[in-house]
Structures are given as structure tokens and as C-alpha cells.
């Protein structure tokens, strides 16, 4: 059974950091994107970090980048989403995506073979 279980989601003052985890089983972690989107109510969902497994290669989000790093264990088993200065617009649910086949930002969310229920941020100012 494929799954993906994020957690490290919690309510923190701006300024703070969280540590979000992605764990997968139920498939085996080869050549695929696989990162973070976030959905705040009433907005879409949009991509925040991604990274290609093959080469570890990065994609981050304008909003994001500098704070935000996404990075994936030797196993490739656990996705973590360093989040650094966060601002209350960073409040979203944040979900994990994997088996996508390409990180490229025309490459539709709806691409990524496997998503987990999501973990909820939420940063007061």
C-alpha cells in the first residue's frame, strides 16, 4: 500500500521555523520529482519545493526561496522541508507529492502519482 504520511505541521509566530518529514513505503523512490505544495483557503495549490531524486536537483518557489529547504535522506525514503523566517502568508496546508516525472514548473500538479493528507502550518503575526 502506497503511502505517504507528512507531519511536523504546527502554529508558530512569524519568525519561527518548522520542520516538516515526509515519509513513503509502498513504493520504491527511483527517478521521479517528488517535494512540497501548499493550498491556503480560497487559493489554489501551488508548488513551494521540489527535488528531482536522480540528481538531487532543487526547485523552490520565489516566495520561498532563501527560507525554505528541501532536502531528502540517503534512502531516499524521507522528504524534510527546512522552513525558516516563516510569514503568515506561509499558512497553508502543506502537502507531499512524489512520482511526478519532471520538476519543471509547467509540469501539472496533477502529474504526481502519490500525495499525502496533508499537515497543517499556520504562522500568527
Known amino acids: 500500500q502506497v503511502q505517504l504520511v507528512e507531519s511536523g505541521g504546527d502554529s508558530v509566530q512569524a519568525g519561527g521555523s518548522l520542520r516538516l518529514s515526509c515519509a513513503a513505503s509502498g513504493f520504491t523512490v527511483g527517478r521521479m520529482c517528488r517535494g512540497w505544495f501548499r493550498q491556503a483557503p480560497g487559493k489554489e495549490r501551488e508548488r513551494v519545493a521540489l527535488?528531482?531524486?536522480?540528481?538531487?536537483?532543487?526547485y523552490y518557489a520565489a516566495s520561498v526561496k532563501g527560507r525554505f529547504t528541501i532536502s531528502q535522506d540517503n534512502a531516499k525514503n524521507t522528504l524534510v522541508l527546512q522552513m525558516n523566517s516563516l510569514k503568515p502568508e506561509d499558512t497553508a496546508m502543506y502537502y507531499c507529492?512524489?512520482?511526478?516525472?519532471?520538476?519543471?514548473?509547467?509540469?501539472?500538479?496533477?502529474?504526481?502519482?502519490?500525495w499525502g493528507q496533508g499537515t497543517q502550518v499556520t504562522v500568527s503575526s
Open positions: 507529492a512524489a512520482g511526478g516525472l519532471y520538476c519543471d514548473t509547467w509540469y501539472s500538479p496533477t502529474g504526481y502519482a502519490y
Open positions: 527535488i528531482y531524486t536522480g540528481d538531487s536537483s532543487t
